[in-house]
T-cell receptor
Framework: GAGVSQTPSNKVTEKGKYVELRCDPI?????LYWYRQSLGQGPEFLIY????????DSGLPNDRFFAVRPEGSVSTLKIQRTERGDSAVYLC???????????FGQGTRLTVV | GNSVTQMEGPVTLSEEAFLTINCTYT??????LFWYVQYPGEGLQLLLK?????DKGSNKGFEATYRKETTSFHLEKGSVQVSDSAVYFC?????????????FGTGTQLKVEL
């Protein structure tokens, strides 16, 4: 595709449920990043991948959050036992490699009710 | 740790007015600095960047100069247009290209009126 694609664009889930958010990076981009943006705030770093491996996951808030990128392309952010405080826009970005410009998707708006 | 502070919005200007959005940062080492823009209904886009002290980034009439002595990277435009209405984010990174982690400010909403 032409840009970074994130699905779904909106997700409403009940407290305690499990959710998966998907990111399709730009073809050929080896670096992939996840950020979380709460209302009225700037994006906050969660994790980034170089290829299939998580190079830095220091931004994941707790062990309910996990992300994978098994084939070095599509990535899935997984959130277990969702809480109302997890409600935010989750942004994905990709870049040709680490150290080059990152291109952002439009995000998935997650609402936990 | 790294942090970015930018002026709160919303900032409301008339078309053709001069724009300044202040941004200051705290970082260890020598970060790269960025301005991102988010137009309504769209994803974040890189507007401009500067990778070392005294560098000036520029794009679409916007400019920002990396001032290490004042740890600032203020965004300026001489004459804004209605189409510049958006949310602007100042950010820094420890890597020149913005890879690795980006640390963002809280964003400043700009509204330009006729």
């Amino acid at each position: 595709g032409a840009g970074v694609s994130q699905t779904p664009s909106n997700k409403v889930t009940e407290k305690g449920k499990y959710v998966e958010l998907r990111c399709d990076p730009i073809s050929g981009h080896t670096a992939l990043y996840w950020y979380r943006q709460s209302l009225g705030q700037g994006p906050e770093f969660l994790i980034y991948f170089q290829g299939t491996g998580a190079a830095d996951d220091s931004g994941l808030p707790n062990d309910r959050f996990f992300a994978v990128r098994p084939e070095g392309s599509v990535s899935t952010l997984k959130i277990q036992r969702t809480e109302r405080g997890d409600s935010a826009v989750y942004l994905c970005a990709s870049s040709p490699t680490v150290g080059t410009e990152a291109f952002f998707g439009q995000g998935t708006r997650l609402t936990v009710v | 740790g790294n942090s970015v502070t930018q002026m709160e919005g919303p900032v409301t200007l008339s078309e053709e007015a001069f724009l300044t959005i202040n941004c200051t940062y705290t970082a260890t080492g020598y970060p790269s600095l960025f301005w991102y823009v988010q137009y309504p209904g769209e994803g974040l886009q890189l507007l401009l960047k500067a990778t070392k002290a005294d560098d000036k980034g520029s794009n679409k009439g916007f400019e920002a100069t990396y001032r290490k002595e004042t740890t600032s990277f203020h965004l300026e435009k001489g004459s804004v247009q209605v189409s510049d209405s958006a949310v602007y984010f100042c950010a820094l990174s420890d890597r020149a290209g913005g890879g690795n982690k980006l640390t963002f400010g809280t964003g400043t909403q700009l509204k330009v009126e006729l």
